[in-house]
């Protein structure tokens, strides 16, 4: 299986940009490409089945999993103690 997402904006963390009309092609559970959209060539004679998805616009992060931690609590909660002074949570929101 062939899944493309097109129409991207493509987030490159290593040269930290942002690829505008990016393009994504996953086979199977494996990212092959990763790029421009008019840098994509898929084979019109492959025999695998493709899936287009135009996300017109939405931001894709590839390889990027559980982007909602709190790295903060889990270090708090065994031990480590914070050398900086934040805000109380309560006083975050006003």
């Not at 097109?6 to 040269?15: E, G, M």
């Not at 959209?37 to 992060?61: I, Q, R």
């Not at 990027?64 to 109380?88: S, T, W």
Request: aromatic share 6%; charged share 30%.
């Amino acid at each position: 299986m062939i899944t493309i997402l097109k129409n991207i904006n493509l987030v490159d963390v290593k040269k930290g940009l942002i690829v505008k009309a990016g393009a994504l092609e996953i086979r199977g559970e494996r990212i092959t490409f990763a790029g421009e959209s008019k840098d994509l060539w898929v084979s019109e004679k492959s025999n695998e089945k493709t899936e287009v998805l135009d996300l017109a616009g939405k931001y894709v992060l590839p390889g990027l999993i559980n982007m909602h931690d709190h790295l903060y609590h889990r270090a708090f909660h065994r031990g480590v103690k914070p050398r900086i002074q934040g805000l109380p949570y309560g006083d975050v929101k006003k």
